[in-house]
């Protein structure tokens, strides 16, 4: 990723606008730049890379904003994806979502293509509600659905009852951590990043005890809510993915979502109970294969 030389000189001077005009001023122009170059995937990638907190490999050629612009006066409220929201840049999904106005695109179009009317869908690692409110929104379009969001800490579960009831959309909040077993888990921040960035809390986190919740597995849970439709699941748990999955066995056997949507980041699933390898052969022994991958850290699996 690289700048030419007019961009890094027309990002520098807006560097100087904000010493000028102060750094809200300065992230609003930002904001407009980015969510214009953000049409193509390069321009989306560089925009991510540009507000990100770390990086993969060093960028020396690519502009990175100061992050003075996103701590000072870090909640906003913007339009993006068509929604109302709350934002706080403090986090890198809320600041990447409002400087290049989406986030994983790729697995937003799929969603978006991929849902009909009447689509029961799960979002388990909901966070604030970014995939669930999108999906939502698509499924009022299309006339019925239901969307069910597992998200386990309080303030990101608040968060997106709160962006759900601003926008008219319905979607049935369980507060609750997905897992093997039943029980109680404890969810840890990252020491690498802000304690607001909500997207790195963990099972498996090396940072402070962030939230404790109750743990149930989906196979409970459906037992107990009487469900009997699933059709399209997203898992984004930071590393817990296969135990997700495999508390969750028996609702794939019985129900069939034809779609599965599963972050497969290996610098995450190393801290928890298998890699990439595992749990393909977990999904092949519930009778899914690989389909594809939107996004990048991001797998799809439907029914064989």
């Known amino acids: 990723m690289r700048d030419s030389a007019l961009q890094r000189w027309l990002w520098r001077r807006l560097e100087r606008l904000a010493s000028i005009a102060g750094p809200r001023v300065a992230r609003t122009v930002a904001a407009f730049a980015m969510r214009a170059g953000a049409r193509t995937e390069r321009g989306f990638a560089k925009g991510l890379f540009r507000v990100a907190s770390r990086r993969p490999i060093p960028m020396p050629d690519l502009w990175t904003m100061p992050p003075g612009w996103w701590t000072a006066a870090p909640v906003v409220r913007a339009r993006r994806l068509g929604l109302r929201l709350e934002l706080d840049l403090r986090d890198n999904l809320q600041r990447t979502l409002y400087f290049t ?78 897992g093997e077993k039943e029980g109680e888990t404890e969810l840890r921040g990252d020491p690498r990043y802000d304690t607001r960035d909500a997207g790195v809390r963990s099972q498996f986190g090396e940072g402070d005890v962030v939230a404790r919740a109750p ?20 898992i984004d748990i930071e590393g817990a993915e296969i135990l997700a999955l495999r508390g969750m066995g028996e609702t794939l056997r019985r129900l069939r979502p034809r779609l599965l949507a599963i972050e497969v980041k290996d610098v995450v699933m190393e801290r928890g109970p298998g890699d990439e390898a595992a749990l393909h052969a977990l999904l092949r022994d519930c009778g899914y294969g690989a389909a594809g991958s939107p996004e990048r850290h991001v797998a799809v699996f439907r029914p064989v």
């Open 101 to 178: 106005g989406t986030y994983e695109p790729g697995l937003l179009r799929l969603l978006a293509a991929e849902l009909r009317p009447g689509d029961v869908v799960a979002d388990v690692g909901a966070h604030v509600g970014v995939h669930a409110l999108a999906v939502a929104r698509r499924l009022l379009a299309l006339g019925a659905g239901r969307v069910i969001a597992f998200e386990p800490t309080p303030d990101s579960a608040a968060t997106l009852r709160m962006a759900a009831a601003r926008n008219g959309l319905t979607v049935e909040v369980v507060q609750s951590a997905l």
């Open 215 to 234: 743990m149930t597995t989906f196979d409970a849970w459906a037992a107990g809510a009487g469900l009997d439709r699933l059709d399209v699941v997203k």
